[in-house]
């Protein structure tokens, strides 16, 4: 499974809204609640990065990787291919494999050919597919 980012981001901020409201309530002054705030966001982007990568390489396996080079060329032929940009902005928040999977749809591959070439499930394309489009429509 691919790393959430704002699943992990809405934890994080969670997290950090209930420890400030203990720091304020035990008299920290704001200027050293601001400071450590900095701090640890940096900290969630690094371990953020970390675990992106992480997850994406346990995804994929080494025939995959192989492959990927050619598919990176495709994104971003893709993308620089896209003329609207409330479409690029969409699909720039989505992650790499799902972009991948996206190429190989408009390459003509079928969700059983995307998956079998990915090493998942039918169903994880279309679910990836169908929040891509989602998104796009919410956005347009």
Known sequence: MAYNHRKAEIEWLNWKEKEEKQMRELGVD?????????YDWQQ????????????????????????????????????????????LTVLCTAD????????????????????????TTVNAVDLRLYKLRKKIKKFL
């Open 30 to 38: 704001e200027d050293t609640i601001q400071r450590l705030h900095t």
């Open 96 to 119: 790499r494999l799902t972009l991948e999977i996206l190429v190989l749809r408009l390459r003509g591959y079928s969700s059983k050919e995307i998956a079998e070439r990915m090493h």
């Open 44 to 87: 969630f982007n690094k371990e953020r990065q970390f675990l992106q990568r992480w997850k994406d390489e346990t995804c994929l396996n080494d025939s995959v990787r192989e492959n990927q080079i050619q598919d990176v060329f495709s994104v971003e032929k893709l993308f620089d291919e896209i003329e609207n940009e409330r479409l």
